[in-house]
C-alpha cells in the first residue's frame, strides 16, 4: 500500500474515536426515543382535541423556551462542560417523558398539562442543542471533524426514520394479549411513553462514558459575551442567509404537524399511515446523506442549496394535492431528501465560518432558527388549517416556500455564489459581499 492510500481518509475513520461511538450510540436511542414521542404527543392530543390549532399549539409549546433562553444557552454551552449540561438537560426530559406517561395511563385530558410538559421538554432541548453541537469537535481529533459531522447527520436520519415509525407500529401492539391483562393499560400512548423513557435512560448511560477533550471555558457571564454570537451571525451574510432561507422555507412549507389530520381525514390510513408518512422524509434524507459521505458536494454549493429548497417546496405542493397514500409518500421522500442537502449546506457553512471558541452560541442561534422553522411551524401550520383547512394550508405554504427561495437568491448573492465548502472560500466569498469583522 502506498504513501497516498495510507493517508486517504476513510468514510468510517470517525469510528476510530471510542467517545464517538458511545455519543452516537446515544443520540441513535435518544432521537429515536423523541420522534417515537412526537408520534404519541400527536395522535394523543388528536384524539381528545379533533383539533389543528390543538396540534399547532404542541410544536409552539416545544419552541417557545428557545424564546427566553436561546441566548443564554448559548453562552453555557461555550462556558461550562457540556457533557454536564447535556445529561442535566436530558434527565430532565425523561422526568418529563415519565409525567407524559403518567397522565396517558390515567386518561387525563386536561391539554394544558400536557402543553406544560412540552414546553419543560422543549427547555431541555433547548441547552441541550448548542452545548451537543458544540461537544462533537472535543470527541474526535479535528481532521476527522468533517466525516463525524456527516455520520452525526446520517445517524440522527436513521433514527428520524425509525423513530416515528416504530411510534406508529406501537400503537397496534396489545401487550395484554401476549403477557395477560396486568399490561392491558400500556396501549397506546402509554406503550410509546415507556419506549421512549428506556431511550432517555440508555441515552444518559452512553453518554456518562463519554471522556471529551476540553470544553467550555468557565468564565464568567456577561451580555457582551452572550450577545456575541447573536452579532457575528448578523453582521455574517453567508450564516444569516443559509439559515434564514431555512427558517421561512421550512416554516411556511412545513406539513409534519398536519400528518395526522392527513393520515385519517384525507388518506384515511389510520396509526400505521401517520407512522409510515412520518418516516418517509427521514428515508429521503437517510438515502441522500448515504450518498455524500461517498461523493460529498464539492462544487457550487449555494446554487445546489437554493435549488433544493425550491424542489422542497414544489414537493410539499404534491404532497398537499395527494389523494393517494403512495404518492403522499414519495413526495415526502422528495421533502426529505432535497432537505437533507440543504442541512449539509448550511451545517458545513456554520461551522467553517464560525470560529470554535464561538460554536456554542452560534449554534444556539442556529439551534433558535431551527425551532423555529420546525416547532413554530408546527403551530403555523395548525393555525392555516385551522383557517383554510388542512390541504390549502400546505400547497400555500409550499408556494410560498418556494416564492421565500426565489427571493433569498437575489437578497444574499454570497449564498447564491458560494462554490466550495472549505473555511478559506468561504471566508474569502464573505469578504467580497459584505466583509467579515472578527468577534472574540
Not at 434564514?244 to 389530520?261: C, E, H, N, Q, R
Not at 471558541?357 to 413554530?376: D, H, K, T
Not at 474569502?428 to 467579515?436: C, D, N
Request: proline letters at 4%.
Amino acid at each position: 500500500m502506498n504513501e497516498a492510500e495510507q493517508t486517504k481518509p476513510r468514510a468510517t475513520i470517525a469510528w476510530q474515536s471510542r467517545d464517538f461511538r458511545f455519543y452516537s450510540a446515544a443520540r441513535l436511542v435518544g432521537i429515536m426515543g423523541a420522534e417515537a414521542q412526537s408520534v404519541g404527543v400527536a395522535w394523543q392530543v388528536y384524539q381528545i382535541t379533533h383539533s389543528a390549532l390543538a396540534l399547532g399549539y404542541t410544536g409552539l409549546a416545544l419552541f417557545a423556551p428557545g424564546l427566553f433562553f436561546v441566548l443564554p444557552a448559548g453562552h453555557v454551552a461555550d462556558r461550562y462542560d457540556r457533557r454536564t449540561i447535556i445529561l442535566t438537560c436530558y434527565a430532565v426530559q425523561a422526568i418529563a417523558t415519565a409525567a407524559l406517561l403518567a397522565l396517558a395511563l390515567h386518561g387525563a385530558r386536561n391539554i394544558w398539562v400536557i402543553y406544560a410538559i412540552l414546553f419543560v421538554i422543549g427547555t431541555g432541548r433547548c441547552f441541550s442543542g448548542p452545548a451537543s453541537s458544540a461537544l462533537v469537535p472535543t470527541l474526535v481529533p479535528k481532521e476527522h471533524f468533517v466525516n463525524a459531522v456527516t455520520w452525526g447527520a446520517t445517524i440522527f436520519q436513521i433514527a428520524n426514520a425509525t423513530g416515528p415509525m416504530l411510534g406508529g407500529l406501537l400503537f397496534t401492539v396489545s401487550l395484554a394479549k401476549v403477557f395477560g391483562g396486568r399490561f392491558a393499560e400500556l396501549n397506546g400512548a402509554p406503550l410509546v411513553y415507556c419506549f421512549t423513557l428506556l431511550g432517555l435512560v440508555m441515552f444518559l448511560g452512553f453518554l456518562s462514558v463519554v471522556r471529551p477533550r476540553g470544553g467550555g471555558e468557565k468564565k464568567g457571564f456577561t451580555v457582551e459575551t452572550m450577545l456575541a454570537g447573536l452579532r457575528y451571525v448578523i453582521g455574517t451574510r453567508l450564516l444569516l442567509g443559509s439559515i434564514s432561507l431555512d427558517l421561512f422555507a421550512v416554516l411556511l412549507g412545513g406539513a409534519a404537524s398536519l400528518m395526522p389530520i392527513f393520515a385519517v381525514d384525507v388518506l384515511h390510513s389510520g396509526a400505521n399511515g401517520l407512522g409510515l408518512l412520518r418516516a418517509m422524509p427521514s428515508l429521503g434524507a437517510l438515502a441522500v446523506s448515504l450518498t455524500l459521505l461517498a461523493m460529498p458536494i464539492r462544487r457550487r454549493a449555494g446554487k445546489t442549496m437554493l435549488t433544493c429548497v425550491g424542489l422542497f417546496g414544489a414537493a410539499t405542493v404534491v404532497f398537499g394535492l395527494s389523494r393517494n397514500i403512495l404518492l403522499s409518500c414519495a413526495a415526502l421522500v422528495v421533502i426529505g431528501a432535497t432537505d437533507m442537502i440543504s442541512v449539509v449546506v448550511r451545517s458545513s457553512i456554520l461551522q467553517l465560518a464560525t470560529p470554535p471558541a464561538m460554536r456554542g452560541r452560534v449554534s444556539s442561534i442556529n439551534w433558535l432558527f431551527l425551532g423555529a422553522s420546525n416547532e413554530l411551524g408546527e403551530y403555523e401550520s395548525g393555525l392555516t388549517a385551522h383557517w383554510w383547512g388542512a390541504v390549502r394550508a400546505v400547497v400555500i405554504g409550499g408556494i410560498a416556500s418556494m416564492t421565500v427561495t426565489g427571493m433569498w437568491s437575489v437578497f444574499f448573492p454570497a449564498l447564491r455564489h458560494a462554490d466550495t465548502l472549505t473555511a478559506e472560500s468561504l471566508v474569502a466569498l464573505e469578504k467580497q459581499f459584505s466583509g467579515m469583522e472578527p468577534v472574540d
